[in-house]
């Protein structure tokens, strides 16, 4: 029977609309949903690999145990009940910190991994938890933390109705936006340039983003903090400080001036490689516009400095007079609010990692220190992993030693459906049906978009029997491991669950919203809901106990101590080497799909003309990029897209077909570019990897 469903993707932030056009179990086609209020008819490749996915035939579809043998499929009752058995028995010998768990990305796009997950979590009662939030967002969870009071209060450019906007380390073209949901982007800057507006983009790339901005200027990697310092610099004493209606519950305005005083525009120019006049011209139009928003991300985050330059983004919008106003960053109200209660806040610092002495964030570590809680001995080391919907062997760096490590394990079970380069080393691995077989509602990225707007979707195809939801595994195992250890199992969550799936949960959060939305009109309207555009909410909205907000939080303004101390320090290195993201590639599992890899080979490392001339280097030739500890062999193509001193090597790549079964691994192996950075470089405020690799080395092959 054919049919026609509409739900958005889940594939990367964007949460596009999609049109799905199915007949029996097959999907015959996917379009762009034009009636969807946030995308508009936009939509990119990656949503075509939905039909990928749900034919693929390496996808797994029911537990498997590694033998001698091999992969070995065995019952849904011996996977889950091993895997409790092997767990629970693990902490009662070693103590309940000996399980370490990881969680992907992908979990955040996910209605049954953000809403049960926990209960699975807390059954386990791990310190050891780590996810991909260290390796690519925290510095801006870590500013909203202290500044706003919630951990996940995060700023979105209100992109529609902004004059001016300047973009720092981040290429929203390719990503769709990110930590602000925003499909249909080209479209949406193009407009600010055709009603008379600016889109200045800071980057040492020249992207697909900055090619159509009004303006673009090379950045020296790593040295945003000194520009955002300049900018600010500037704003205080030639513009003034003007925050509006701010004032009124902005804690710290007035002791700015002492704060940004060793870095005026001259001063920094020969860190940043940005001359002072266009410092001054950025600051000016900044203050001048009618409306203006200044937006940073991974490039900013994976930094030395990542935690501050975020901060700095936020104070730059407050001071002037850009925060919680039309055009300027503003935060969402949606209908399903996962800020509110019974949500926490988020915490910082309560324990520490046993090895590096790292605190925890939100219940997590860093991600860089997996690899020595599980190979370090002692008294809690990580002795069992888990994994859900990751493949940190591949995201977070020096992969090497984290798959070194994870041979070491007495027991590790991954939640997935792919075998890749993290799961091969899994005793068990419980694949969960995918996204198509599900409802839908996306929890994160009606949080993060640059309109109001809700969306659900009910599964489009019947689930297959001896399968299993994702959230039916979480519960599965929560259960037996709280019956084993005696712990409080969360029965509302348990139950409820269990007789109504993931719906009563959306149903819930919707009674608890700030909207008037009902979950029957949500049912009538499959295209989307729109709630309109961002609207001033402070300081109603802020999480902080005296309902302020904290422009200058300790922990930040001691930590400029360190780029003081550095600054005259700061020299060009010989070559910097920097990742970059592909449209086709948001995740390394999306490389088993043949639609996003049909084309060109896309692995390649991307030099400006003058380095390769001063390298004999001609375009096209394989070249060997190295650090100390690794290297990868890869061809050449010279572009002007790259500033002198800088190159670039795309990230998620880097698959190999020792023990895993991806379709595609032999013919895209590509390298992993996380390999090249050793792990012990991170923001020391965040715990975050910076992941821009200085003096790299490349030689002709």
Known sequence: MKQTHYRNCNLCEAICGLEIQTENDSIKSIKADDKNPLS?????????????????????????????????????KEALDEVAS???????????????????????????????????????????????????????????HFMFGHHFMIPIPDIDRTNYMLILGANPLVSNGSLMTVPDVRNRLNKIMNNGGKVVVIDPRKTETAKIASEHCFIQPGTDVYLLLSILYQIINVHGVSPGRLEEFTIGLDELDSIVKPYSPESTAHITGINAENVKKIAADLCNAEAAVCYGRIGVCTQEFGGLSHWLINVINIVTGNFDREGGAMFTTPAVDILQPPSSKGHFDLWRSRVKNLPEFGSEFPAVTIADEITTEGDGQIRAMM??????????PNGGKLDSALKSLDFMVSIDFYINET?????????????????????????LAVRNTAQYAKPIFKKPDDTKFDWEIYLD???????????PLNKMMYYMSRLFGTEWIIKAGLKRGSSSLSFK?????????????????????????????????????????????????????????IGRRQL?????????????????????????????????IQDGQHVRVSSPDFHIDLPVKISDEMMPGVISIPHGWGHNSDGIQLSTASKYPGGNLNNLANGEKIDMLTGTADVHIRNIEITLL
């Open 40 to 76: 508009r008819g936009h939509i990119c490749p990656k949503a075509f690999a939905l039909k990928d996915l749900h034919e693929d035939p390496d996808r797994l579809q029911h537990p498997v145990r590694k033998t001698d043998n091999g992969w070995q499929k065995i019952s849904w």
């Open 86 to 144: 092997k767990l629970c028995s693990i902490q009662e010998m070693y103590g309940q910190n000996a399980v370490g768990i990881y969680l992907g990305n992908p979990n955040v796009h996910n209605l049954g991994s953000m809403s049960i997950m926990p209960v699975l979590i807390k059954s386990i009662k791990t310190k050891n938890k780590f996810s991909a939030t260290s390796v690519d967002q925290l510095p801006h969870q870590f500013a909203a």
């Open 387 to 396: 994994t859900i919907a990751g493949n940190p062997v591949l995201s977070v």
């Open 423 to 447: 799961t091969k080393h899994a005793d068990i691995i419980l694949p969960p049906l995918h996204n198509l077989y599900s409802s839908h509602y996306d929890l994160i990225f009606h949080v």
């Open 477 to 487: 195992l929560a259960k037996r491991i709280s019956k084993k250890r005696k712990r």
């Open 521 to 577: 009109a949500l049912l009538k309207n499959p295209h989307g809901v729109d709630l309109g555009p961002l609207r001033p909410s402070l300081p109603e909205r802020l999480f902080t106990s005296d309902k302020k907000i904290h422009l200058l939080p300790d922990i930040l303004v001691k930590d400029l101590t360190r780029v003081h101390e550095t600054m005259s320090e700061r020299t060009i290195s010989k070559l910097t080497l």
């Open 584 to 616: 086709r590639s948001n995740n390394s599992w999306m490389h088993n799909c043949a639609s996003l890899m049909s084309g060109r080979d896309r692995f390649n490392v991307l030099m400006n003309k003058e380095d390769a001339e001063k390298r004999q």
